[in-house]
T-cell receptor
């Protein structure tokens, strides 16, 4: 089983719909991140959390929200999806003094 | 705030050619540095990392990187690339103190022709 699991892996949704992307990890890490990948732009940080009670905005948080339901779970929501949110989304975890471990990604298409 | 600059967006090489991908970061303090690789259709995987000690770091699959503090650089090298090295490569940095985030460069797409 993967250390960091994202669901769904692929999703097509309509403009205006609410959608949730889920991430769970078995690494026991306290830090979790949501990134968005677009061609030529690399990975940009949407939100991050250093523990269950700590949520922080990243560089492109507008239009997104998150929930840290437990140390192992970190969900990303698009309240009202728009086409320019079409992208590849990655969840990552990191422990203190370690590198980041990534999930397989969720390919989201907003039509 | 930290930032990362990768000099080449696309690199095309023939098999057996040598590779060097540039990475410069901007941050005034101590840093941890990483190179990640993303093969087509896959997630990011760690190639190598630098936390402290020997500035020449060896990673998986024959890759290495050299941390040059005075130049704020962490360039990735491989003496002889293979077709299977075709992938996108990302340099990343974070500050090891406090609660810093991991900042990525925009990536370099490497295409190795057989």
């Amino acid at each position: 089983d993967a250390d960091v699991t994202q669901t769904p892996r692929n999703r097509i949704t309509k403009t205006g719909k609410r959608i949730m992307l889920e991430c769970s990890q078995t690494k026991g890490h306290d830090r979790m991140y949501w990134y968005r990948q677009d061609p030529g732009l690399g990975l940009r940080l949407i939100y991050y959390s250093f523990d269950v009670k700590d949520i922080n905005k990243g560089e492109i948080s507008d239009g997104y929200s998150v929930s840290r339901q437990a140390q192992a779970k970190f969900s990303l929501s698009l309240e009202s999806a728009i086409p320019n949110q079409t992208a590849l989304y990655f969840c990552a975890t990191r422990g203190r003094g370690t590198e980041a471990f990534f999930g397989q990604g969720t390919r989201l298409t907003v039509v | 705030a930290q930032s990362v600059s990768q000099h080449n967006h696309h690199v095309i090489l023939s098999e057996a050619a040598s590779l060097e991908l540039g990475c410069n970061y901007s941050y005034g303090g101590t840093v941890n540095l990483f190179w990640y690789v993303q093969y087509p259709g896959q997630h990011l995987q760690l190639l190598l990392k630098y936390f402290s000690g020997d500035p020449l770091v060896k990673g998986i699959k024959g890759f290495e990187a050299e941390f040059i503090k005075s130049k704020f650089s962490f360039n990735l090298r491989k003496p002889s690339v293979q077709w299977s090295d075709t992938a996108e490569y990302f340099c990343a940095v974070n500050a090891p103190t406090g609660y810093s985030t991991l900042t990525f460069g925009k990536g370099t797409m490497l295409l190795v022709s057989p």
